[in-house]
């Protein structure tokens, strides 16, 4: 077994822990393994040892690697997502390689994302970034703007509306994460309620997946515990 299966599973045990002390059926919790940085080498160990699903966050590197793999036919059922700030000028990358966007926070991204997807793939996954930590440093919009966005984004032809992703204060105030935590959990309640496709909440990282679960995330965004510490040379 490699290193990266090992801290596959290390990962999943997290997460079926997590969910039994909370009442919830793992089964409902996907993992979503962070491979931005990662060569292709640590992707494809990571497939190897199940995982279909991989997050990115830089849309030109993250364009190579999905090249590559396609070129070799490769990891062929790979369910990309991508989780960073996108800028506007490379939207039509995103838009054509990725099967998920979930960092999606302005207006003019959600009319480029629906222009730019070619016709003959699926429409795109879409969450809503909330910035639910109110710092100046994140990505996300704000609470008041969620359901604006989210109906342009149901209107859109070539887009489907399916949750909401925050990345909560990197805090240990357990007080202040919960806190956070439980108002995105209220914010995706509220609107599945309005829009049936909706069923993701995407929230929780390596260090906060455990209080995630707690207040309900269905997908946790897991990079350091599967691939080590983030290569930024």
Same mark, same amino acid.
């Given at each position: ?40 080498? +640590? ?13 990115? &966050?830089?849309?030109?590197? !993250?364009?190579?690697?999905? +090249? ?29 390689? #990725? ?36 710092? &100046?440093?994140? &990505? ?13 984004? !149901? ?32 914010? #995706? ?13 995407? =929230?929780? =990282? ?20 599967? #691939? ?6």
């Amino acid at each position: 077994m490699s290193q990266i299966a090992q801290h596959l599973l290390q990962v999943k045990e997290r997460i079926v822990e997590a969910a039994r002390r909370v009442g919830r059926s793992p089964d409902h919790i996907q993992l979503l393994a962070v491979s931005k940085t990662k060569p292709l080498g +640590d992707i494809q160990a990571a497939y190897a040892a199940g995982q279909r699903r991989f997050g990115e &966050s830089y849309a030109q590197e !993250a364009a190579l690697k999905i +090249d590559a793999l396609r070129e070799q036919n490769a990891c062929t059922d790979i369910e990309w997502h991508f989780i960073g700030p996108l800028q506007s000028n490379k939207s039509k990358l995103v838009a054509e390689r #990725f099967d998920w966007v979930q960092s999606v926070d302005r207006d003019k991204l959600i009319e480029r994302l629906n222009n730019q997807r070619p016709s003959g793939l699926a429409p795109l996954n879409i969450c809503l970034q909330i910035n639910i930590s109110g710092e &100046s440093s994140k &990505s996300g919009t704000s609470e008041q703007e969620i359901f604006r966005l989210a109906s342009l984004v !149901a209107q859109s032809e070539r887009l489907r509306l399916r949750g909401l992703m925050a990345i909560p204060e990197h805090t240990r105030d357990e007080g202040v994460l919960a806190a956070q935590m439980a108002r995105m959990q209220a914010l #995706f309640t509220e609107l599945a309620q309005q829009y049936p496709s909706i069923d993701t909440l995407s =929230m929780g =990282m390596t260090e906060d997946l455990e209080p995630a679960i707690a207040h309900g995330s269905t997908m946790v965004r897991v990079g350091t515990a599967i #691939f080590g510490a983030r290569d930024y040379s």
